[in-house]
């Protein structure tokens, strides 16, 4: 029996781990992306495509809990876990390049765990610092990471 309890604990490590390496995988995609533009504007470009890409936002979560405090354009973000445990994202804003940024956090994070989502938060501050998002917008543009 103790043999079965290790080989469960070492076995959710591991789809653990994998689902991470998942979640780091999508913004190390993303991060080299950003970074392979040669202008700022070629980075606005595309944040500006992939919130074209954004999903549609459910209408009964546009209330004053799911805006985010801080932005300069008005931000909602709604957030449901699944019968699965799974966390289910959708963002919603007027500007299309926060659309972008909002984009990147629903794609890479919805349908994951809490737990993976929290243990991610080191990897998001990275890649926004190493993209610059942060440093090359409004400081409260850079809120969204």
Known sequence: MVKLVVFVIMFMFFLFDEIMQKIDQFFEHWQQELLSCDTERE??????????ELGDFPRDA????????????EVYVAVEIDADGHVQ?????GSLIVR???WLL???LSARSAEE???SRE????FALKT???AGMVASRANAF
């Open 43 to 52: 980075k606005y470009e595309l944040l500006l495509d992939l919130g074209k």
């Open 62 to 73: 546009r209330v004053e809990s799911n805006k985010v405090p801080g932005c300069v354009s």
């Open 89 to 93: 994202i959708w963002a919603e804003s």
């Open 100 to 102: 972008g940024f909002c």
């Open 106 to 108: 629903v794609a890479g």
């Open 117 to 119: 989502i929290l243990a």
């Open 123 to 126: 990897l998001l501050a990275n």
């Open 132 to 134: 610059g998002i942060d």
